[in-house]
């Protein structure tokens, strides 16, 4: 009999096998489980057959459930390190120049298009700093491109962030300070620290990548004031005002950038009022100094711009907030960008956004997975700045932590195998069974006849003879093996030794479907097996389940009632 511990070292060491090729081999696994664990040596009669035995069930479970199984290792060791990162990075949340008690900061999500995990990211991020500096965390819409703005995604943000459990001391929205942005503007052209640019976009670019100046650039600022004037009135619709900078500049951000140019289309909170509308460049500084902003987060790859922030604000004799850099978090396999959503979505190949196999909220939110996980998933970095992309594995491992007290137990039937119990006590038997077996959430009761259906991949290693115990019912012995169907004798009692094995009965059992999702992508390319579905039977208890909730199947891991109507669960 081996201990529970080498008996999943070696699990894991078959699993490992199987993964690496195609099917584990008994004589592989022996000798690694012996030199692991040397004290097995004195086994050795019983050795051959455990190792068999294990391996059986492993070589006979499909890829799928191989690789959901070896992910749940990786993730205990990933979780294991960052959780190490974690703790030895408590500091990583002081901020330069911060001061406790004058503390405020901002989440500024631009409202064209849905929030994701690494929005949720900075924004737990920065609903954390504001609490450890005893501050205050604001919502800024950064909504100066009406050509992809709309209400809608400004609604969806904040219907996300109120899921996430983020509340904000107050919200405002660069789309309602323009006015005020062309006084800063104008201010700027006063005093010849910006000009109108006539250039097309293409000849911008170059001018930028070469470092050469435009004729527009040496244009006197009565000029610039007539072009800006009839800018802002009409007159004149094309045309871009530049911060006159550096055009030789080492920073490229810093060769002339641009700080406002026209769009034509209607914004979704200002209609047609304005055609100038400021730049990200131009418009973050000057809003995160008059809204009272002391330290502004953002992410790591806007690092060259700081520079162009402090100058903006430095020609303007504004007050200057710190600024400081995190890393941007990737879910690795998975996408963020827009337009490759876009692109999936108007392929087919996924759903929506709320597509369970991608990582937006609502995606993560329709897969069952809590703001807390997203919150200890997120906080793990804290003010990092350490790129890299982790695996969705990782916020999977943090869910499981906080849906199991909560999730009830139901045994699940996958390829159900026919089993008849001869010489139980009584035509039917009446059974109550924990739904929990910690936590008190009740119980499933049946009434059981003497027809079962169990997993083919536990049928096919059960022989002639053998006792094993119908989990949390009674123990049987198996006394035939027939083509497609199992039989055995009922035996009273409840013995420890033997499996222990999932089960259900032609009195309490439904249909469902089961979908397995993986990763969105291999690689580059989209993942054709991202999701795979099943039929299986489950325990007809799974009918009083409601719409979202999470059970656990067994060793078959976590799932969530994804449609109750027709009882489709998602993988967890
Ligand atoms: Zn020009």
């Known amino acids: 009999m081996l201990s529970k511990e080498i008996e999943n070292s070696i699990r894991k060491m078959a699993l490992k096998n199987a993964l690496d090729y195609g099917t584990a081999k008994a004589s592989a696994v022996m000798g690694k489980a012996l030199s692991e664990f040397p004290e097995l040596k004195h086994d050795l009669r019983s050795l051959p057959a455990d190792i068999e035995r294990i391996i059986a069930e492993i070589n006979s479970m499909p890829r799928q459930l191989l690789e959901k199984e070896a992910e749940r290792y990786t993730g205990e060791f990933s979780a294991e390190r960052a959780e190490k990162a974690a703790r030895s990075g408590r500091h990583s949340y002081m901020l330069n120049g911060a001061s406790s008690g004058a503390f405020a900061t901002r989440f500024p999500p631009e409202p064209n298009g849905y929030m994701h995990i690494g929005h ?164 973050t500084p000057v809003m995160d100094s008059i809204h009272g902003i002391t330290d502004a987060i953002r992410s790591k790859e806007y690092e060259l711009r700081d520079e162009l922030y402090y100058k903006i604000l430095d020609l303007l004799g504004l007050r200057k907030p710190h600024i400081h850099s995190i890393s941007r978090l990737e879910i690795r396999n998975n996408i963020t ?59 999977l491992s943090e869910n499981r932590k906080e849906i199991d007290a909560h999730s009830k137990r139901l045994f699940l039937v996958k390829e159900p195998v026919g089993l008849k119990v001869s010489g139980m006590p009584g035509e039917h038997m009446d059974i109550s069974i924990k739904l929990h077996p910690t936590e008190e959430l009740g119980y499933r009761n049946y009434k059981l006849s003497n027809v079962f259906f169990i997993n083919a991949y536990d049928a096919n290693r059960l022989e002639s003879g053998q006792k094993v115990r119908l989990k949390d019912a009674f123990d049987i012995r198996i006394t035939g093996k027939e083509k497609g169907a199992l039989e055995a004798a009922y035996e009273n009692g409840n013995s420890a030794e033997g499996a222990r094995i999932a089960w259900v009965n032609e009195n309490n059992y439904v249909g469902c479907t089961i979908n397995m999702v993986g990763d969105l992508l291999n690689g580059v390319s989209f993942n054709s097996e991202s999701i795979i579905s099943y039929k299986g039977y489950v325990e007809s208890y799974a009918n009083q389940l409601s719409e979202g909730e999470t059970v656990q199947f067994g060793s078959m891991g976590f799932f969530k009632l994804d449609i109750k109507k027709s009882l489709s669960f998602l993988s967890l």
Request: charged fraction near 30%; glycine fraction near 8%; proline fraction near 3%.
């Open 120 to 283: 949720a990211k900075a924004a737990f991020i920065e609903q954390e700093v504001s609490k450890i500096y005893r501050g205050s965390l604001f919502l800024y819409f950064d909504d100066t491109n009406p050509e992809a703005e709309r209400q809608a995604f400004a609604d969806a943000i904040k219907y996300d962030l109120n899921w996430l459990g983020i509340s904000f001391e107050g919200e405002y929205y660069a789309s309602d300070s323009i006015e005020r942005l062309y006084a800063y503007a104008e201010s700027l052209i006063k005093k010849g620290h910006a000009y109108v640019c006539l250039c097309g976009p293409d000849d911008v670019k170059k001018g930028r990548q070469e470092g050469r100046a435009c004729e527009h650039r040496e244009a006197g600022i009565a000029e610039n004031e007539g072009f800006w004037k009839r800018m802002l009135g009409r007159e004149q619709n094309e045309g871009i005002l530049r911060l006159h900078s550096d055009m030789k500049a080492e920073n490229t951000a810093m060769r002339d950038p641009t700080l406002f140019r026209i769009k034509k289309s209607p914004h979704y909170r200002q209609g047609s009022k304005y055609q100038m509308w400021p730049t990200y460049d131009f418009n």
């Open 337 to 395: 960008s827009k337009r490759k959503l876009n692109e999936l979505i108007s392929k087919g190949l996924v759903s929506g956004y709320d597509d369970p196999r991608l990582v937006t909220i609502a995606a993560l939110r329709r897969r069952g997975i809590t703001p807390a996980a997203i919150r200890e998933l997120a906080l793990r970095f804290g003010m990092s700045k350490a790129e890299g992309s982790v695996g969705i594995e990782m916020l």
